[in-house]
Every structure is written in structure tokens, then in C-alpha cells.
């Protein structure tokens, strides 16, 4: 994700961005151009000694809002993640899943063309699930390109319109949003592209080589929605 944000180059292919006109490489997109981008990666990135107000607006006027637009833009996404409690206390004082709720916040306030969020969900207890997922849905409705990164299948399954199975940074395969037992063709999917057979699965014995691999790995899901 943070190759598609320009943040680290690739040792070997392309990656480009489309807001208005033809793909461009990340690595030449003008600075104007990330305006139409927001973005969620790890941990909410917030100014300790601002409020959450403060916080939000500086992200709008950063991606190039002017002030009376990032001060209503602002208000309006604090009501709409359910912030406004906590609208006037600096960040430093917050819960992490309040911190999430601003990061969020933050990467929806201008509205992007193109969205890129790493485990929104993080931390936020099941209200503030909900909130994000109607969120996600409303933007992708109004045209923009969602690209959440996720291991929440089940909440994935409810908004995405493609779900992309990465393991160890390649492709492995697809899943069908909406589908049943996605959880059991994921691991299916894992375990072949590890080279466990059914036989070992089914009898609960695999190769030393796939019982350390599967404690060291950490297959993630990327889901598309658009």
C-alpha cells in the first residue's frame, strides 16, 4: 500500500495513479494530483497538543480545501464518524478507536477520488464498524476507488465488489464477495499456495517446512471496492 501511495519505490514494476485524464507512474504524479487521494496505512498519523477539530481540518485544508470548506468539510465528517463528543479534546487524550475514528476521518474529509485504507476497522468496537462500513459505501457509491486492506473477511464479504488474496506479497487468487465459507476457501487457497495437500490438512499432520511457515506467516486479504 504504501508503494500505491508513492511512499517506497518498487524494486521492479509499475505502479500508477489515475485521478483526472490517463494513468500516470506514482513516482511522476504531480503534487496537485494526490488533492483526489486519502489514505489510511497502520496507525492514524495525529497532531498530540490539536484537538480533533483542528486535526480534521488541517488534513481538508492540506488537501488543498480552502478554510470556510475545510471548516464545514470538518464538521460534517466528525458528525458522520460519531466524533462530535469528542470534537474539542486533543488527540493525545484519546482511545485508540477514537484515534482510528480520526485517522478515518482525516483520509474521508476532502472527498477523494481514490481511497486506500489499511484495517479501517482496527480497534473500533461494533458501532463504529457499522459507521465506517456505510462510510466506505457511500464513497464508492459516489465514484471513488476504495482499496481496503483487511483479514476481516466476513465484514469485507458485506462491501466489497472483489476480494484480492494476497500471501507473501503475491497473488494467489480471488474470492467471491457475498460468497459462503470464505474463510474455509481462503485457507484452502493458502495452504495449496504453501503446498499442503488435502490429505495432510484433512489429517491434521502437514511438513515441518508448512507447519513453520503457517506460525511465521500473516497471509492478508485486499479487497477492492468500487
Do not use: K
Not at 494526490?34 to 489514505?39: E, K, P, S, T
Not at 487524550?93 to 476521518?105: H, I, K
Amino acid at each position: 500500500m504504501r508503494l500505491l501511495l508513492g511512499m517506497v519505490r518498487p524494486d521492479a514494476g509499475r505502479v500508477t495513479l489515475r485521478t483526472d485524464g490517463a494513468p500516470v507512474e506514482v513516482a511522476h504524479v504531480p503534487a496537485t494530483a494526490w488533492r483526489a487521494v486519502g489514505h489510511l496505512v497502520e496507525t492514524p498519523f495525529t497532531y498530540a497538543e490539536l484537538t480533533v477539530t483542528e486535526t480534521v481540518r488541517s488534513a481538508a485544508r492540506l488537501h488543498g480545501m480552502t478554510a470556510d470548506d475545510a471548516g464545514a468539510a470538518a464538521e460534517r465528517v466528525i458528525d458522520e464518524l460519531a466524533l462530535r463528543h469528542w470534537a474539542s479534546r486533543r488527540t493525545r487524550t484519546l482511545s485508540l478507536g477514537n484515534r482510528q475514528r480520526v485517522g478515518l476521518a482525516c483520509a474521508l474529509v476532502h472527498h477523494p477520488d481514490v481511497l486506500v485504507l489499511d484495517e479501517p476497522t482496527n480497534a473500533l468496537d461494533p458501532a463504529g464498524v457499522l459507521l465506517v462500513r456505510r462510510r466506505l459505501l457511500d464513497a464508492a457509491a459516489g465514484g471513488a476507488a476504495v482499496l481496503v486492506s483487511s483479514h476481516h473477511l466476513d465484514e469485507m464479504a458485506r462491501i466489497a465488489d472483489r476480494i484480492t488474496v494476497l500471501h507473501r506479497g503475491r497473488v494467489i487468487g480471488s474470492l467471491p464477495p457475498g460468497g459462503t465459507d470464505l474463510e474455509r476457501l481462503f485457507f484452502e487457497m493458502v495452504y495449496t499456495a504453501e503446498g499442503v495437500t488435502d490429505e495432510e490438512i484433512l489429517a491434521g499432520v502437514t511438513s515441518d517446512r508448512a507447519t513453520r511457515d503457517r506460525a511465521t506467516s500473516n497471509p492478508a486479504t485486499e479487497t477492492e471496492v468500487h
